[in-house]
């Protein structure tokens, strides 16, 4: 039975030393890839969640309104508070995206 081979410091840094470039690789660099642009990211990636309770019959009304025009919940809250900043003179929610470049 043969003795394993002892790993010494000296062969690991000369395994780590890359070869010397030649003539062709020094005056002619590889081009670099082009980087593609950033996808967009979704609603839910840039969105801030916020939780709402609603005591149970406000929330069933939401709900039975929602299911009637066939729609979720999360756009008849959108347009409440756009109606909600409208009331106060605020910016309303598109506005606000059109500022932020959306």
């Known amino acids: ?3 394993s081979h002892k790993v010494s410091l ?6 780590s030393v890359a070869a010397p470039l030649d003539f ?3 005056n002619h660099p590889r081009i670099a890839a082009v980087e593609t642009p950033p996808q967009p990211r979704t609603l ?3 969105a801030k969640q916020m939780s709402v309770y609603l005591e149970p019959p406000v929330y069933d009304q939401l709900r039975d309104i929602a299911h009637a025009e066939r729609t979720k919940i999360h756009p008849l809250m959108l347009e409440a508070l756009d109606m909600f900043f409208r009331h106060r003179g605020a910016r309303s929610i598109r506005q606000l995206m059109a500022d932020d470049g959306r």
């Open 44 to 46: 839910k990636q840039r």
């Open 1 to 3: 039975m043969s003795k």
């Open 10 to 15: 000296r062969s690991i840094v000369a395994a």
């Open 24 to 26: 062709e690789e020094r």
